[in-house]
């Protein structure tokens, strides 16, 4: 069993309770808009990092990470990319590939809308875990926990940073 924290759109923003709330975390995933080489550096000496740049991530971050990011957790198929859409609603840019060949997990950002959506007529879960971070219009800073066992999710906890303007 693999526990994961899932966080987006931190946008250079860092907070000291990320490690917090990824500490029984195996692994730590971003959806993109990063923002920040030291960010993404410091939650990988905390915890292995899989992610995607956004379209706000630049220079090193895109040579870095890529767009799009195919991997098996346990036996999980995992796809990740920062404009991603919703289930129904898949952006353009990815609807061909989910639709081809379906993950069982889709991880996604750029709305800064929290999410965590069963897609039923793919058989997929769709997360996108908000923003962490205080830029954009999300009025909650939020995060995602989610376990793995086998093919199976379990636990799966969102995570309430605050409002951004109350730093």
Known sequence: MKT?????????FWDDRYLKHFEPCDEIWHAGDIC????????????????????????LLRTMYPE??????????????????????????IARKIYANPPRLFISGHSHILKVQFDKQLNMLHIN???????GWQVERTLVRLKIEGTEFKDC???????????
């Not at 799009?68 to 840019?93: A, F, N, Q, T």
């Not at 875990?129 to 830029?135: D, E, M, S, Y």
């Not at 906890?157 to 730093?167: C, N, R």
Request: aromatic share 6%; proline share 5%.
């Open 157 to 167: 906890e969102v995570v309430t940073l605050g409002k951004k303007d109350s730093l």
């Open 4 to 12: 994961i924290g899932i966080i987006s759109d931190t946008h250079s």
């Open 36 to 59: 920040s080489v030291e960010l993404i550096e410091r939650l990988n000496e905390f915890r292995p990092v899989r992610a995607v740049c956004g379209n706000c991530d630049g220079g």
């Open 68 to 93: 799009v990011l195919r991997w098996k957790c346990e036996e999980v198929d995992v796809l990740m990319k920062h404009i991603g859409g919703y289930p129904g609603r898949y952006d353009p840019s």
């Open 129 to 135: 875990p908000g923003a962490a971070g205080i830029q």
